[in-house]
């Protein structure tokens, strides 16, 4: 499916858009990686902080993710896993980072907080707290699989785990996250 | 509220306060493909996070050979210096042997030393003509 001048809409990205736009960009279509980009940006940032741990190098990997998009793209094979293979990308730029570079021991703003409640949701500041007290893998998988809507079974073949391993620490993770941030949250 | 509720909610959370990221401009990521210079290849990304467990299979492999071929050598050792031992056994008792003979055939052989004395004598008595009857 080649989508022709590509425009940047805010849509739900899923895998058979990401495999559309992604066919797109292997023809030259420029305007479907900045709508792939900007769909993706939030999620692929937050993925990238929550391993670097350092807000500028997350933005400078998300750019050259998307960059390596554009250049694999002609490789690409569409399977229904576009989002996947975008996420592997990133997570391979991460790992190579992580090979050259500390880690960085300051907790990061994972996402801007407000102090406001907001309907519905857990308080920002509450959770950007307890989101720094998890462990970095469990950290790592939840917030994949809470921003980018993939399952479990293609996270585990993102980061390379077994999927027993990664169902184990997404319990685990939201276990703690219950615990810490307690029933006033609630 | 139970458990399952308050996991979607914190997941929801999660979501949504994502959504409060401001991307970063496309032009960076224009910019960035301008400056390309990266050597790394398609199978650097892509192969090399899935053979780290061809990896992990193969070291196993190799691991498990190493040691067959160490124990192979092991029996195989251990085969010969039986042998060794066994065979050094044999010389042993061959010597022993040979000893035992040589004490034996030394006092036969004086035997013979007196039967060729005793023939010669005959064979001379026996040109003169007499005593040939032991003479065949």
Redesign the interface.
């Known amino acids: 499916m080649i989508l022709k001048n590509s425009v940047r809409m805010v849509m739900k990205m899923d895998h058979k858009l990401a495999d559309g736009l992604i066919t797109a960009i292997a023809h030259g279509d420029m305007g479907a990686l900045e709508s792939l980009y900007y769909n993706m940006y939030r999620e692929i940032y937050m993925y990238l902080l929550s391993m670097v741990r350092n807000k500028n190098d997350a933005e400078d990997l998300v750019q050259d993710t998307f960059m390596r998009v554009y250049k694999y793209a002609p490789k690409f094979t569409p399977q229904g896993k576009g989002k996947a293979w975008v996420y592997k990308i990133a997570n391979h730029l991460a790992i190579t980072y992580l090979k050259g570079n500390e880690r960085s021991n300051v907790i990061p703003e994972y996402f801007p907080i407000s102090s406001e409640l907001e309907e519905n949701t857990v308080n920002s500041q509450a959770l950007h707290v307890a989101i720094s007290k998890i462990s970095e893998s469990e950290r790592q998988i939840v917030v994949m699989h809470a921003v980018s809507g993939l399952t479990l079974n293609e996270i585990a073949e993102v980061i390379d785990l077994p999927l027993g391993t990664v169902k184990w620490k997404h319990s685990n993770a939201l276990k703690k996250l219950r615990k810490i941030l307690g029933k006033n949250f609630f | 509220?139970n458990?399952d509720n308050?996991?979607q909610?914190?997941?929801?959370?999660?979501?949504?306060?994502?959504?409060?990221?401001t991307?970063?401009p496309?032009y960076?990521?224009?910019?960035?493909?301008a400056k390309?210079k990266?050597t790394e290849t398609?199978e650097d990304?892509?192969e090399?996070?899935?053979s780290?467990?061809n990896n992990v299979v193969m070291k196993s492999v190799v691991i498990a050979a190493s040691l067959l071929i160490l124990l192979a050598i092991g029996s195989v050792a251990s085969v010969m210096s039986m042998n060794s031992f066994y065979s050094m056994d044999a010389e042993a008792d061959s010597l022993y042997l040979a000893q035992t003979e040589g004490v034996d055939s030394g006092s036969s052989s004086q035997e013979d030393t007196v039967s060729d004395t005793v023939s010669d004598s005959d064979e001379s008595n026996c040109v003169s003509g007499e005593n040939c009857s032991n003479i065949e």
């Open positions: 509220m458990k308050i996991d909610k914190i997941e929801q959370s999660i979501e949504q306060s994502a959504q409060k990221i991307p970063q496309f960076r990521v224009l910019e960035k493909i390309d990266s398609y990304v892509f090399k996070q899935t780290k467990k």
